[in-house]
């Protein structure tokens, strides 16, 4: 078997290239890939050469931690999952080259538990899962957000989901004017214009690891700064203006199963709207100009690949 996929050799490097896929064990599903997405926080770091480094990492990679498609192949233990439509966090398929996260591909080998099953009605929208649940995995842990800082779709996320636990709407702050707009119940504001500086519960998204300081300035005593972006750079702040408030400072970790069942289900019921936040959209023919638009141009939130009509 192999595959189309998406292989950075390097940073700034891409091409799409067939590659062998790992023959399937009795317990693995072979996934046919509709959509895939493009992040535009942790596959631009692998784009610049600025991951840090950590465990699996190293070109060539496979990118991709978004991909939804369907079941067309299975184990003798797992054949009764034919046909399903899934949602796969990435792959590790593609023998010397690896999956990092490896789901920009035609076809994936996985371990059945690793395709997540979804409503085939959510069709490309199913990519926004993975963030979907990395916003309720951050929110999950504490206090929901007050502040949100960033409003990519990342962002966006966070305050549905603040929404939806019944609490007052959030405030967003956003510095370039071409995302002010896409709110659903909540304002957004340049933070240069936020007078504000008793904000219990801070969520960043925004990945700026300069930001610190002028975030625990904002916080009520005993508020909380939440870091729910990706930082390729060390993290400090100032100790006195922390100590004063008696600030918190948590870190939100990977998604785990259960955020994704419980956003996928919200998805799927209507309750939580993925509406408006894929924006572009290319055939995988077509990735290195679709991972520059992802990166490079700020209207941009969500690009997705259609592999449909990849062979």
């Not at 990092?100 to 059945?112: D, N, Q, R, W």
């Given at each position: 078997?192999d595959t ?5 050799h390097?940073p ?5 290239r ?7 064990r ?5 996934v046919?890939?509709?959509w ?10 692998l784009?610049s050469g600025?991951?840090?480094d950590?465990?699996g ?7 991709g931690?978004e ?5 067309v192949a299975?184990?003798?233990s797992?054949?009764?999952r034919i ?8 792959a590790?398929c593609?023998?010397p080259v690896?999956?990092?996260?490896g789901g920009?591909?035609?076809?994936l080998v996985?371990?059945?538990a ?12 199913g990519?926004?899962?993975a963030?979907?649940?990395?916003a309720?995995h951050a929110i999950a ?5 007050d502040?949100?800082?960033?409003h ?5 996320l966070?305050a549905r989901?603040a929404?939806?636990?019944g609490?007052?709407p ?6 370039d004017?071409?995302?002010?707009t896409?709110?659903?119940g ?5 933070p240069a214009n936020?007078?504000?500086r008793?904000?219990r519960s ?10 610190l300081?002028?975030?625990?300035a904002r916080?009520a ?6 870091l ?6 060390r993290?400090?702040f100032?100790?006195?203006p922390?100590f004063?408030?008696e600030a918190r400072?948590r870190?939100a970790?990977q998604?785990?199963?259960a955020?994704l069942?419980?956003?996928?289900q919200?998805?799927?019921s209507?309750k939580l ?11 995988a023919?077509?990735a290195?100009?679709a991972y520059?638009t992802a990166f490079d ?5 969500k690009?997705?690949l259609?592999?449909?009509a990849?062979s």
């Amino acid at each position: 078997m192999d595959t189309l996929a998406v292989v950075l050799h390097a940073p700034g490097q891409l091409e799409l290239r067939r590659l062998a896929l790992s023959a399937p064990r009795d317990d693995d599903v072979v996934v046919d890939v509709e959509w895939s997405g493009i992040s535009a926080g942790t596959e631009r770091l692998l784009w610049s050469g600025r991951m840090p480094d950590f465990p699996g990492m190293g070109y060539p990679l496979v990118p991709g931690y978004e991909s939804v498609g369907r079941i067309v192949a299975a184990g003798t233990s797992t054949k009764a999952r034919i046909g399903s439509t899934v949602f796969v966090p990435g792959a590790s398929c593609f023998g010397p080259v690896r999956g990092l996260f490896g789901g920009a591909a035609a076809t994936l080998v996985v371990p059945s538990a690793r395709a997540h099953d979804v409503g085939s009605d959510l069709n490309e929208r199913g990519v926004l899962l993975a963030l979907a649940a990395t916003a309720r995995h951050a929110i999950a842990g504490g206090v929901p957000p007050d502040l949100i800082v960033g409003h990519g779709v990342l962002g966006r996320l966070l305050a549905r989901l603040a929404l939806l636990e019944g609490g007052p709407p959030p405030t967003v702050w956003e510095r370039d004017p071409t995302r002010f707009t896409g709110a659903e119940g909540y304002p957004v504001v340049d933070p240069a214009n936020d007078p504000r500086r008793d904000y219990r519960s801070i969520y960043d998204v925004s990945g700026d690891a300069g930001l610190l300081d002028d975030l625990i300035a904002r916080l009520a005593p005993g508020g909380e700064v939440v870091l729910a972006g990706f930082y390729s750079q060390r993290l400090g702040f100032s100790f006195p203006p922390a100590f004063m408030r008696e600030a918190r400072l948590r870190v939100a970790a990977q998604w785990q199963p259960a955020d994704l069942a419980a956003t996928s289900q919200l998805a799927g019921s209507g309750k939580l709207s993925l509406d408006g936040l894929i924006t572009h959209r290319e055939p995988a023919a077509n990735a290195g100009p679709a991972y520059r638009t992802a990166f490079d141009d700020p209207a941009c939130l969500k690009m997705i690949l259609d592999w449909r009509a990849a062979s």
